[in-house]
């Protein structure tokens, strides 16, 4: 999930490629996150800050400490920070730094590989998008050398259709099955519209590599639609429900998996 503010309440960074709709303050969103939560029926919540605004991670910060333990958060460093900008980063609640393949910005794959030294020490992540089929072998091998996790966000967010055997989506598995790399199972709604049984393979494969190192995630308040339908938090939790039939599976993904990776109490 992610957190916004008001128009005056929290800068908003020059490189964005667009502006946030007009919406309510953070104490609004906030209320709205929170009734979200309870619509799905989840206690806690990752707050994965906002390109909006670049690494001034202000809004997220505030959001963490305003919901305390029911939230962890995900923020943007750029490249070369040093070991203290990273405890306090991760002093506000962070477990994560976000880099953006697809579209640029802050942080350069090149950078996160040498910060994960750094995130190793302290127990955190990278999380990555990118496109599968596009990025996913020519950075396999780099992704095996990492010493700290890397989760892929979006289902790696394959540009070239839905097909479980698409190019990269095997290397990602073998990735998964090997402990090297996670996957979200999120961002459905950016790839095809409700009920989204096109992604119904896609998400049993990558769930089939190792449910271990799979993640569910909303994506709320699905911002940058880029012309996708606005979809309703239900669709996209009963569309995981509808391939992921066994209790014990759902627990661990839903459950488990994100305590063990973003620490939760």
Known sequence: MHMLAGRDEFPLWDGRVE???PGPTLDGWIALLEEQMEALGVSRVVLVHSIFYGTDNAVTKEALARLGTRARGVGLLPT???GPVIDRFQGWGMDAVRLNYVHGGVLTWEGAQAMAPLLADRGMHIQMLCH??????????EVRALPCPIVFDHLAWPSAGLNPAG???DTLCELMAEGHAWVKLSGLYRLTNAPYTDTDALVAKLIAANPARCLWGSDWPHIMLNGAQMPRGADLLDAFDRVVPDDATRRQILCENPVKIYHFA
């Open 132 to 141: 599968a089929d596009q990025h996913m072998d020519g950075i396999a091998d």
């Open 167 to 169: 190019h990269g989506i």
């Open 80 to 82: 070369g920070v040093d």
């Open 19 to 21: 502006n946030p709709a």
